[in-house]
């Protein structure tokens, strides 16, 4: 990554962290007693509004002002093209620090309907640009660059004898003499590639070379960078044979490791909005993810969620609300959820049961879509997931749409919710799964062919959007929004003492997930 890039993010980083801190202070003031004059006139401001209705708040939402919002935020993809030659709002990059600032200055400009604030918390970002593992003069095929790997020294290949590690190479010991200054060949499993990596650094090796120990390659990232983490290579366990017999005999081979990368750990920022208005001990809480991948401006995944929300939390200041709402913006949802799972993971016991449901919006517009519920049922997720699931099952059976249920299974930004016994649902247009005969039949579009051919993929722009469905789904978030907003009542309360002695669960989709 170029210094003046790195720079950049992290003036960007300080600036959004002195505003938060600024608007905390501002919040604090507003809490003095001094200044109850003007928070009460603020109050009155509010009273003076309407309490928001589902039907008034839906017809608000036109497809002219979500376009336009989608042609700006495709305007911000591209300041990140100096740096990345495409357009992007992946973390670290300019338009991604241009995305953050759209919101933010967006809900600035609501006056003070809204507590604004931003929530920095630490993320990887790195690339592999380029890479090569030569062993006894040949290429194996599955040899990937492991995610986060650093570069080997001035990007050059640093060659070395192959050096077999012990058992799973998860200890100190496990590393013999013959690892320093070799190039390590250690089998996958128990520990992290992370941590295999360092062990290797701390063993004096070169490289690393991580080989399969199941049928297939490896895809894997050595997670958060570490000082001792040297150059590391996956490959597959079909590839690794031989050369771990002709270790085991006591054969020598040579072997070179090219790596050409960056990675580093940086600062990003989840960004919050949360009615000064409504019940602060009850809320209704929504999210998007306000970052991409590097392959492209992801303006379906999850520009469409993203400015839905900004759309809705817009268009709900013209009403009051009975709830809280509560908006979040999350970032580095690309890098494994890191957003939403810090977000949770700060957030006091007493804080987690004034969130009394947390909905997800992550791809709204997939060109090829289908309307799909998440199935979140109250026998595996928390009381009220299936209240919530039946308001959207509702929603569009009352407007005529079909629909379908997809798996619950902790791939978006929902995870960490209902992991901490929130409640918690959500809705999507589909990403790279192919369209079914029967799914063409309910909503049209192509079988055959992904819900979104462009997902994760530079064509994610503009014209990847299906602005009639968009405008569908907006509307439902409107529903959504304006329905708890109103009232929660009938919508069941957590027992949180009861959840106290839930047992720990196995996290999939998160920062670690490709980890071992
Ligand atoms: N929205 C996708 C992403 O951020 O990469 C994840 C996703 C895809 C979630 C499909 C649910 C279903
Ligand atoms: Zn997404």
């Excluded at 099952?393 to 619950?408: E, K, L, Q, R, S």
């Excluded at 959500?426 to 819900?451: H, L, P, S, Y």
Aim: glycine letters at 8%.
């Amino acid at each position: 990554m170029p210094a003046q890039r790195r720079s950049f993010t992290r003036l960007l980083a300080f600036c959004l962290a002195s505003a938060a801190f600024a608007h905390a202070f501002v919040v604090l003031q507003q809490q003095a007693p001094i200044l109850l004059e003007d928070a009460s006139r603020g109050a009155d401001t509010l009273a003076s509004k309407e309490l928001v209705d589902s039907t008034v708040l839906q017809s608000t939402i036109t497809k002219d002002n979500l376009l336009k919002r989608a042609q700006d935020l495709y305007e911000i993809a591209k300041v990140s093209v100096d740096e990345w030659q495409h357009p992007t709002r992946v973390i670290g990059s300019e338009g991604h620090a241009h995305t953050l600032e759209y919101i933010a200055q967006s809900l600035e400009s609501l006056g003070d309907y809204y507590n604004i604030s931003t929530q920095s918390f630490p993320a990887v970002v790195g690339q592999v640009f380029e890479s090569r593992l030569v062993l006894a003069n040949g290429v194996p095929d599955s040899a990937r660059a492991m995610s986060n790997t650093p570069p080997t020294p001035k990007k050059e290949p640093v060659l070395g004898k192959l050096a077999l590690v012990h058992d799973t190479g998860c200890a100190p010991h496990d590393y013999p003499s013959d690892v320093a200054g070799a190039i390590a060949f250690i089998p996958r499993g128990t520990c992290s590639f992370g941590d295999k990596s360092a062990l290797a650094g701390l063993a004096g090796a070169k490289a690393a070379v991580v080989y399969n120990t199941e049928p297939g390659n490896i895809a894997g990232t050595l997670g958060r960078p570490s000082p001792n983490h040297v150059p590391t290579f996956g490959i597959s366990a079909e590839d690794a044979a031989s050369f771990i017999e002709q270790l085991a005999r006591g054969e020598k081979i040579d072997a070179s490791a090219y790596i050409d990368s960056y990675v580093s750990e940086i600062k990003t920022q989840n960004v919050l909005a949360q009615t000064t208005a409504g019940d602060p001990d009850n809320c209704v809480m929504l999210g998007g993810h306000s970052d991409s991948v590097g392959a492209g401006p992801g303006i379906n995944d999850d520009g469409s969620g993203s400015l839905t929300l900004l759309e809705v939390a817009t268009q709900l200041t013209n009403y009051t609300v009975n709830n809280c709402v509560r908006f979040a913006w999350w970032s580095a949802e690309e890098e494994g959820l890191l957003g939403s799972d810090y977000y949770v993971s700060v957030l006091e016991e007493e804080e987690k049961a004034k969130i009394r449901l947390f909905m997800d919006y992550d791809m709204l517009a997939s060109p090829n879509h289908a309307y799909q519920v998440y199935n979140a049922t109250n026998d595996v997720n928390p009381l009220g997931s299936e209240e919530l699931r039946d308001l959207y099952v509702d929603w569009y059976t009352a407007n005529g749409h079909n629909f379908t249920f997809i798996p619950f299974d902790g791939r978006s930004d929902y995870d960490a919710f209902i992991k901490n016994g929130i409640p918690g649902g959500g809705i999507a247009t589909g990403a790279e799964v192919i369209k079914t005969e029967e799914e063409e039949e309910m909503f049209g579009g192509q079988a055959g062919i992904a819900f979104d051919p462009c997902y994760h993929e530079l064509c994610d722009d503009v014209s990847n959007l299906n602005l009639d469905a968009w405008v569908v789904n907006a509307k439902l978030v409107a529903h959504s929004v304006a329905t708890y907003a109103r009232s929660l009542n009938g919508f069941p309360k957590v027992n949180r003492q009861a959840l106290a002695s839930a047992s720990p669960y196995e996290p999939r989709y998160h920062g670690s997930k490709l980890a071992m």
